[in-house]
């Protein structure tokens, strides 16, 4: 397991300096407030990604990240790195991949969406495919659409184990891919100082 952060400014010796967190569905960016108090104590610059709730234009979502991220040329430095729970995963690899020169080095994902779990079957059995959100992740397909975004960037995965609305998906085929788990549910993933750390940590590589 990677030591954890300490006080010393994470930016000092990489090449990171801006962490933008994207937020998942039914999930106000403030939810992420404690990940990006931590980071910014550490002397990263944090912004939050501010999307609707639900029923986005996922089109319209992935192209104003892709946006955001957008660099000039391939010689732009990769200062940026992407910090995401639940379906902002989902958004982030969609525009990482849109993208063909970005300022992204690093993609932190926290139970992300890959696999379907109990309440987006439940919310499905209701719903069907009213909510775009839960049309994506309830079809295989297109909730591992992305899974190799892109195969320069240095990535964490940590699942929260148990978790009540995703599934863990195998990414040993990934190389550039570190997986971790920890004993979180699928909302207090985003909430424990054990996982602010882990995060801290592996940007600061």
Partial sequence: MNAPAT????????????????????????ALGLIGRFLNRHGLKVEYWH??????????????????????SSDTPKDTALVTHSFGDWVSRAAIAKT????????????????????PTLAWCVSRNLMP???????????????????????????????????????????NVTVRQIWATHLTIVLQPNVHRMIGSFLQR
Avoid: Y
């Avoid at 006080?7 to 403030?30: F, Y």
């Avoid at 999307?51 to 000039?72: C, G, H, K, P």
């Avoid at 063909?100 to 379907?116: E, Q």
């Fill in 51 to 72: 999307d609707r709730l639900a029923f986005r234009r996922l089109d319209e979502s992935v192209d104003r990240l892709a946006s955001t991220i957008a660099s000039v």
């Fill in 100 to 119: 063909s020169h970005h300022r992204v080095g690093a993609l932190v994902s926290l139970a992300p969406v890959m696999k379907a779990g109990v309440l």
């Fill in 7 to 30: 006080s010393q400014d994470l930016s000092a010796n990489h090449q990171i300096r801006r962490v933008i967190l994207v937020h998942g569905l039914l999930e106000p960016a403030w």
């Fill in 133 to 175: 959100e839960i049309a994506v992740i309830m079809n295989a397909e297109q909730a591992q659409a992305n899974l190799d975004c892109d195969p320069d960037l240095r990535r964490l995965v940590i699942w929260a184990k148990p978790d009540e609305s995703l599934r863990q998906c195998d990414l040993s085929h990934l190389s």
